[in-house]
């Protein structure tokens, strides 16, 4: 009695279930998209047929894309017992009986277990390394689904033992599909109501989906169940009605994950590069998706040091203010401030000059720093004992506030770190720093140059580190 309860429970809320869920495709047949993994001859799609999945897979993909459909698909297909856990909701308890049951499973049928673990990243280091003896073992066969980038978020020892599958967002032909399919499914969709959906109704439901098909089918369940049949039992989906279901489009954006850094990071990449509706768009992105423009304008200071630099002075101070007003007025109208340093950088001559301190870092770590010259030294503590500050001439006695004197360590005389760039205002400094660089080889007598060469980016990351 109690079994059949149970089916009669589990059947009645499959029925109920929402419409993306009973739309689900069951085989490999009636999935739609990632043609590049499991298009027909592909390495994926003839292991699923087979039976033989070749070692442990992780789906890595946006929301909507079909990772855990295909994990469903692969369960309907295998001979091995499938598991399922949430990373959300399981713990390491949780995985512990399902690896003693996989265990029992094996020694004592010879039936294998393939492990599906939804949002693989939600586990943290420890509950991933529990996970990891028993897919080496072979244990199980673990299937990971993602969100996020898998060499960031899962750990090194499960990703070399896996083959990575990264899904893309379905585009418009496959998105049309999905919602055809389900107006004419009677079995799991609508094929059983008379719906007429306009093709301007179609369109805007495909083109708001933004590729996810979760969302294309909540929105279509949402147009379908409130809006009433007329006289003659048809619901008119029209462009209103698909405007009510879907306003406004989904934004892949997970402030602490990948979309996060890869849009920042395009937004700053575009406004080093001088396109300022590159800049716009992706600023405009975070805006939508909710970033916090503090973090926006952050980064912007950053940038107004680093990429525009003497090129242009003002570039710190427009950021800064920007910065200040932001505080002082908040959204919405603080978004003004931010567009402005957002276009005042990008339109700006760029320079990465600055980066010369990291040269001079660079250096002092090779060969060690060099002494102070005695004429530079403080001269206010014991002048007249130790000869400190002795020697030293004040430039703002001499004419034009110059004068050629030693303020390097005697080794390093004729070291260039600064190399202007000639961009912008940069171009009036290098007329004047070869001027007095000039006069201050012939007054000490510096015969031979040395040139600093620009360091790797690599490099320069890994002295900002050092960098206490």
Request: hydrophobic content about 40%; charged content about 25%; glycine content about 8%.
């Amino acid at each position: 009695m109690s079994d059949l309860f149970d089916h009669a429970m589990n059947e009645r809320m499959k029925s109920e279930a929402p419409l993306a869920a009973r739309m689900r495709p069951r085989t490999l047949e009636e999935y739609i998209g990632q043609e590049h993994i499991v298009g027909e001859g592909k390495l994926l799609r003839r292991a699923i047929q087979a039976d033989r999945l070749f070692s442990s897979i992780i789906l890595c993909g946006p929301p909507g894309t079909g990772k855990t459909t295909l994990a469903q698909v692969i369960a309907n297909q295998t001979k091995s017992h499938f598991e399922t856990l949430s990373a959300i909701l399981a713990g390491k308890s949780d995985l512990r009986e399902v690896i003693e049951r996989a265990q029992e499973r094996k020694r004592l049928y010879g039936v294998s277990t393939i492990l599906f673990v939804d949002e693989i990243h939600r586990w943290n280091k420890a509950q991933q390394d529990a996970l990891l003896p028993f897919v080496e073992n072979g244990t199980v066969t673990l299937i990971g689904a993602t969100t996020e980038n898998p060499f960031f978020e899962v750990i090194k020892a499960l990703v070399s033992r896996s083959r990575i599958f990264q899904l893309r967002n379905l585009n418009q032909s496959e998105i049309g599909k999905l919602l055809d399919r389900a107006i004419s499914d009677p079995e799991r969709g609508y094929g059983t109501r008379r719906i007429d959906l306009t093709p301007e109704a179609r369109t805007h439901l495909v083109d708001m989906a933004t590729g996810d098909a979760r969302n294309a089918l909540n929105a279509l369940e949402l147009a379908v169940e409130s809006t009433p049949a007329d006289t003659d039992g048809i619901i008119h989906l029209t462009l209103d009605v698909a405007q009510e279901s879907i306003q406004r489009r989904a934004v892949l954006y997970d402030k602490d994950g990948d979309a996060h850094y890869d849009t920042i990071s395009a937004f700053i990449k575009s406004v080093r590069g001088s396109d300022p509706d590159a800049a716009l768009y992706w600023l405009a992105k975070m805006i939508y998706a909710g970033e916090d423009p503090r973090f926006i304008i952050r980064r912007l200071i950053i940038l107004a040091g680093e990429d525009i630099g003497l090129a242009d002075p003002h570039g710190l101070v427009v950021a800064a203010s920007a910065a200040q007003a932001f505080d002082f007025i908040g959204l919405p109208e603080g978004i003004y401030p931010l567009v402005e340093a957002t276009l005042y950088l990008a339109t700006a001559p760029k320079s990465n000059s600055a980066g010369a301190y990291f040269k001079a870092m660079q250096l002092i770590e090779q060969e060690g720093a060099g002494s102070v010259p005695k004429h530079l030294q403080d001269g206010n503590r014991d002048r007249e004992a130790t000869g400190q500050g002795q020697g030293y001439v004040y430039p703002h006695e001499q004419a034009g506030h110059f004068t050629p004197q030693q303020y390097l360590p005697k080794r390093l005389l004729g070291t260039y770190f600064y190399k202007p760039s000639g961009q912008g205002y940069e171009s009036d400094i290098e007329q004047r720093l070869g001027l007095w660089r000039e006069a201050q080889k012939l007054a000490l007598g510096i015969e031979t140059e040395r040139h600093i060469p620009e360091l790797p980016q690599d490099k320069i990351d890994e002295l900002k580190r050092n960098i206490k």
